[in-house]
Nanobody, 120 residues
Framework: QVQVVDSGGGLVQPGGSLRLSCTAT????????MAWYRQAPGKQRELVAR???????DYADSVKGRFTLSRDNAKNLVYLQMNSLKPDDTAVYYC??????????????WGQGTQVTVSS
C-alpha cells in the first residue's frame, strides 16, 4: 500500500510565500507522476501543478510564474514553492501520486490535504 503525506500549509499574508511538501511511502516499483491539487470552499478540486519522473512540469494558468514544483526522485519527495500568494489561492491543497507498486499494481494515492489561507 502506498501512502501519501502532505504538509506545509498555513496562514500567510497576500504577497507572502509558503512551501508545501509531499512524500510517497511504501513499496514502490515506479512513481510516474506527483501532483498538487487544490479545492476551495464551494468549488471543484483543480490541478495546480504536476511533475513527472522525467522532470516535465505542468502548471495551472493561475499559478504560472508564481508556483514552482521540484522533485527528489530518490526520496519520492516533491515540493511546491508558492510565491506572491493571493487570497484566491486559499484552499485545501492535496498531493497525488500515481505509479506502480512493488507487486506491479497501479496506484493512485492522495494525501490528507493541507490548508493554505492567504489573508491579511
Amino acid at each position: 500500500q502506498v501512502q501519501v503525506v502532505d504538509s506545509g500549509g498555513g496562514l500567510v499574508q497576500p504577497g507572502g510565500s509558503l512551501r508545501l511538501s509531499c512524500t510517497a511511502t511504501g513499496i514502490i516499483f515506479s512513481l510516474d507522476a506527483m501532483a498538487w491539487y487544490r479545492q476551495a470552499p464551494g468549488k471543484q478540486r483543480e490541478l495546480v501543478a504536476r511533475i513527472t519522473t522525467g522532470g516535465s512540469t505542468d502548471y495551472a494558468d493561475s499559478v504560472k510564474g508564481r508556483f514552482t514544483l521540484s522533485r527528489d526522485n530518490a526520496k519520492n519527495l516533491v515540493y511546491l514553492q508558492m510565491n506572491s500568494l493571493k487570497p484566491d489561492d486559499t484552499a485545501v491543497y492535496y498531493c497525488n501520486a500515481v505509479g506502480t507498486t512493488g507487486s506491479h499494481r497501479r496506484f493512485d494515492s492522495w494525501g490528507q490535504g493541507t490548508q493554505v489561507t492567504v489573508s491579511s
